[in-house]
């Protein structure tokens, strides 16, 4: 399973070189996980992620961010905030649930560098990460070793996958062979 953002810029199958049905894809805005909850409503990607885990038993997830992230800017800028929905509210409340990680950033790198754009992307993986790790299904099939989490950034401008290594925060490039994707 991947999990990417909407942007045309990132498609895994062309980044993954893999034919229709290997991969079970879903896209969204920053490519975010929101945390498990049990409201009603209406939860696209947590379905999905059921779906792919509980019935078609995949084997990782990958949560790829990229470079030049639209929704990662605007979680940094706060652009949209306040903004009535249909008119980029929607937007706004979906990347709010990087305020948090946000704030990381601005302490650590200032808000309007590339270095700053770059650690929110990247900050945007690793909160995807944690809340995949809030559902019960991931966390007894971590736990068991049946299902493994991955953390990848993409930038088309140098084209080099970057993996995160979970243990230390960072991202390193896929091709020094430290790593292993798929």
């Known amino acids: 399973?991947?999990?990417?953002?909407?942007?045309?810029?990132?498609?895994?199958?062309r980044i993954f070189d893999t034919d229709p049905g290997e991969m079970f894809?879903?896209?969204?805005?920053?490519?975010?996980v929101p945390p498990f909850e049990t409201?009603?409503?209406h939860h696209g990607v947590s379905a999905a992620l059921e779906f792919a885990v509980q019935f078609l038993?995949?084997?990782?997830?990958?949560v790829l961010g990229h470079g030049m992230c639209?929704?990662?800017a605007a979680a940094l800028?706060?652009?949209?905030?306040?903004?009535?929905?249909g008119k980029g509210g929607f937007v706004s409340e979906w990347i709010s649930m990087?305020?948090?990680?946000?704030?990381n950033v601005i302490e650590s790198h200032g808000s309007e560098n590339t270095t700053a754009q770059h650690a929110?992307?990247?900050?945007a993986v690793q909160v995807s990460l944690q809340n995949l790790r809030t559902f019960p299904c991931i966390q007894e099939k971590e736990a068991r070793g049946e299902i493994k989490l991955i953390g990848a950034w993409f930038a088309i401008s140098d084209g080099i996958l970057h993996i995160l290594d979970q243990k230390t925060g960072q991202f390193h490039s896929s091709d020094t062979g430290s790593d292993k994707l798929l």
């Open 1 to 13: 399973m991947v999990i990417a953002c909407s942007d045309s810029r990132v498609e895994p199958t």
């Open 25 to 32: 894809v879903v896209r969204n805005v920053a490519a975010l």
């Open 77 to 85: 800028s706060q652009d949209l905030q306040g903004m009535p929905l």
């Open 39 to 41: 409201t009603e409503g």
């Open 120 to 123: 929110m992307e990247h900050a």
């Open 98 to 103: 990087l305020d948090n990680a946000r704030q």
């Open 57 to 62: 038993r995949v084997k990782e997830i990958v």
């Open 70 to 72: 639209g929704g990662c």
